[in-house]
């Protein structure tokens, strides 16, 4: 097994099963103490620029050395073993690798320099990921959108059938929804920040005794090691406790849930749709619905999706309880609790958004199903209009209204108590309050669906053809998921 094997992904359960590879070495231990690495290097040339003794050799050997080996690892578990302190055993190990370098590792820093600086960092790769992959899934969406801006398909309210819509303004609404939380996690991902040089509870007070009171090189080594690691001058947490304010961890995986809750909901809208069998989920040539009912074809994916997205949804909280009970400058019970609640959450949303991405680019319309549905109920949505076209012919409304009802509450009856077909159009061809109603030209679906199509045709102008053009070469294929 090679380094990059051993190393290159974050491992769970969770991660193997449902995660890209992707995503697992953004959380992986090799991107993670590689970061330390980084932060290292920065530090040591941002002190050089300013003065401090340290040469170039020092530094040009810990840049042959930013890339970890298994032996670096293998000699950090027992760096660690002894020490029972994580950063001290890759500063033992980094400086067995950069022996001349030793003595100005980590000069002046503490250990959440390299812990909170690098998690930071990795939100903002993270973050990077979800967000192209969002955009993936909306323009899956907004494909379908197009594909079916004209076919009306029953709506329904309370989960009873209520005015038509299309199938397409229904796509539409599922990546509109979606492209509301794209929206946000862009903004949490540009608004990102690094803890940046602050010392062991914020003050710099070991900066300024580095620098022998010199205040504008302290706040300049603050600036520049952000920028050597890609952060904009304005990029730093103005004020930070030992650690950045965690508040902001509350912020990101809000984030990630919230869009949750949208893969959640449209996940299961389909879901309900193929109850209707109005749609299919993509279904392999040997795919398995069930052990015991050989006909079934679950939707498996869109199951697999709101389980995870309830996953994400659930871990929205944890942040906060961590936040809020960060004593003072720093208290140490967020360490082990973070090293689940971060990575997991970005795994599990990552699973989600690859499965919705691959249902909404392989979603299977049965348009015939999805017209018949629609006429068993169209004839009880039409009877409004019916009563008034009787009106204008100048029968009298309560009258009109009361046969109407009586017709369409036995024809209820019969398609409940009877499992017979709908067959209220046929009694109201027999009623002489009628006579007269051109009945077959009210029942033309797309008269009942309102303004649907252009809902959808602004959809894609303002929304999913923008999206489209910024994130254009990142809109992959659908990714398969895993069994």
Known sequence: MTSEDRWSAYESPLATRNASPEMQRIWSPGRKFGAWRRLWLALAEAEQELGLDITDEQLAELRAHLDLTDEDFERAAVHE???????????????????????????????????????????????????????????????????????????????????????????????????????????????????????????????????????????????????????????????????????????????????????????????????????????GDQQIGSSAMPYKRNPMRCERATGLCRFVMSLAQNPLNTASTQWLERTLDDSANRRLSLPESFLAFDGAIDLLHNVASGLVVHEATVRSNLMAELPFMASENLMMEAVKLGRDRQEAHEAIRRHAQAAGLVVKDQGLPNDLIDRLRAEPLLDGVDLESMLDPAAYVGLAPAQVDEFLEKIAEPLRQRYAGQLAPAREPNV
């Open 81 to 283: 073993k002894a020490l029972r302190h994580d950063v001290m055993a890759h500063v033992h190990a980094y400086g067995e690798r950069a022996p001349s370098a030793r003595g100005i590792i980590h000069l002046g820093a503490t250990s959440q320099f390299v812990n909170c600086n690098a998690e930071l960092m990795l939100f903002r790769e993270a973050l990077d990921l979800i967000c192209g992959k969002s955009a993936r899934a909306i323009d899956a969406l907004a494909d379908l959108a197009r594909a079916h801006r004209d076919l009306p398909c029953l709506a329904f309210t309370h989960y009873q059938p209520a005015q038509p819509t299309t199938l397409g303004k229904r796509a539409a609404g599922w990546a509109y929804d979606l492209s509301l939380c794209l929206e946000r996690l862009e903004r949490t991902r540009d608004e990102l920040r690094l803890r940046g040089v602050k010392g062991a509870t914020g003050t710099q007070a070991s900066f300024l005794n580095l620098f022998e009171g010199d205040a504008r090189k302290v706040v300049a080594l603050d600036r520049l090691v952000g920028e050597k690691l890609g952060f904009q001058p304005d990029q730093r947490y103005l004020l930070t406790g030992q650690t950045y304010p965690r508040v902001v961890d509350a912020f990101v995986l809000s984030e990630l849930a919230a869009a949750a809750s949208v893969i959640h909901k449209t996940c299961n809208d389909i879901r309900l749709l193929c109850n209707r069998k109005e749609v299919d989920e993509p279904f």
